[in-house]
């Protein structure tokens, strides 16, 4: 059974960190993101990666501020989040596929989400 399992969620302060983690079990992915959703919102792109780990993609958002890396060897993929904003709460939601892309509709694969809240 393919699993997609997050963690590293919680409160902060602007200008704070966090850093989420998504374990995959089961199988492989070629590409793993973050998608993230704010309440009322649409569901929006984050950042993906390759499998190589050198292909990465972020949205502009978050670009220089949000690094994403992943550890093959433990099949995990990780979100590290600094300089946070009030505007990055959201529920972040783990993804993983075949092809890094920005669209949610290419990912067949989901985590259940973890909330990431940022007071001001």
């Known amino acids: 059974q393919v699993q997609l399992v997050e963690s590293g969620g919680g409160l902060v302060q602007a200008g704070g960190s966090l850093r989420l983690s998504c374990a995959a079990s089961g199988r492989t992915f070629n590409a793993m993101g973050w998608f993230r959703q704010a309440p009322g919102g649409e569901r929006e792109f984050v950042a993906a990666i390759a499998w190589n780990g050198r292909s990465t993609y972020y949205a502009d958002s978050v670009r220089g501020r949000f690094t994403i890396s992943r550890d093959n060897a433990k099949n995990t993929m990780y979100l590290q989040m600094n300089s946070l904003k009030p505007e990055d709460t959201a529920v972040y939601y783990c993804?993983?596929?075949?092809?890094?892309?920005?669209?949610?509709?290419?990912?067949?694969?989901w985590g259940q989400g973890t909330q990431v809240t940022v007071s001001s």
């Open positions: 993804v993983a596929d075949e092809i890094a892309t920005m669209l949610p509709e290419q990912y067949d694969y």
